[in-house]
């Protein structure tokens, strides 16, 4: 089993559509990455959480750290929206620390006109 | 925001010759950067953590004589593929963190496409 689980694997959707992709861990984190790539493999960080919620135009990403799971949320979905969403995590105590990132396999986003 | 630039973002080499890859954090100095590798399709994996002054620390089954790594500043990080062979062929970015503690970021690269051929 990975340490990091990502769902779905593949998702079109909408557009406009509202999207909520989801990640489930199981091993002690320090921080919870969302990353986004694109087909070129260029790979932009969305957010980086360690409790609560974050905000940032039209996403959203709340982790549950009792729970080990996070979401991104994508709301009035679009087009250029389309990407490979992955979720990764730092793992360690609340030291945080200089540990590489553990990735989920990631999600194929298509959002269609 | 934080940039890192990493270059080139693609290169064809013949097997058995080496390849250089650098990683810079053009905004700010960053003490540990990390090698990721991606294969189709599949997750990225870490290869490598790459500390300021000190010998970059290899994760299981990636071969230290192979993948050379040397952080020489703190704002550059090379990784050269030495005897590459087509089965290294794959996706290589960088990444850099910036901040400390719970505040800590990551940053990454644009990636590096090599194809041994």
Not at chain 1, 29 to 54: D, E, N, R, Y
Not at chain 2, 75 to 87: D, M, R, Y
Not at chain 2, 90 to 97: D, E, K, M, Q, V
Request: aromatic letters at 8%.
């Amino acid at each position: 089993k990975n340490e990091v689980e990502q769902s779905p694997q593949n998702l079109t959707a909408q557009e406009g559509e509202f999207i909520t992709i989801n990640c489930s861990y199981s091993v002690g984190i320090s921080a919870l990455h969302w990353l986004q790539q694109h087909p070129g493999g260029g790979i932009v960080s969305l957010f980086m959480l360690s409790s609560g919620k974050k905000k940032h135009g039209r996403l959203i990403a709340t982790i549950n750290i009792q729970e080990k799971h996070s979401s991104l949320h994508i709301t009035a979905s679009h087009p250029r929206d389309s990407a490979v969403y992955i979720c990764a995590v730092r793992r360690g105590g609340s030291g945080g620390g200089a540990d590489g990132l553990t990735f989920g396999k990631g999600t194929h986003l298509i959002i269609q006109p | 925001g934080a940039v890192v630039s990493q270059h080139p973002s693609w290169v064809i080499c013949k097997s058995g010759t080496s390849v250089k890859i650098e990683c810079r954090s053009l905004d700010f100095q960053a003490t540990t950067m990390f090698w990721y590798r991606q294969f189709p399709k599949q997750s990225l994996m870490l290869m490598a953590t790459s500390n300021e002054g000190s010998k970059a620390t290899y994760e299981q089954g990636v071969e230290k004589d192979k993948f050379l790594i040397n952080h020489a500043s703190l704002t550059l990080s090379t990784l050269t593929v030495t005897s590459a062979h087509p089965e290294d062929s794959s996706f290589y970015i960088c990444s850099a963190l910036r901040g400390l503690s719970m505040n800590t970021e990551a940053f990454f690269g644009q990636g590096t496409r090599l194809t041994v051929v």
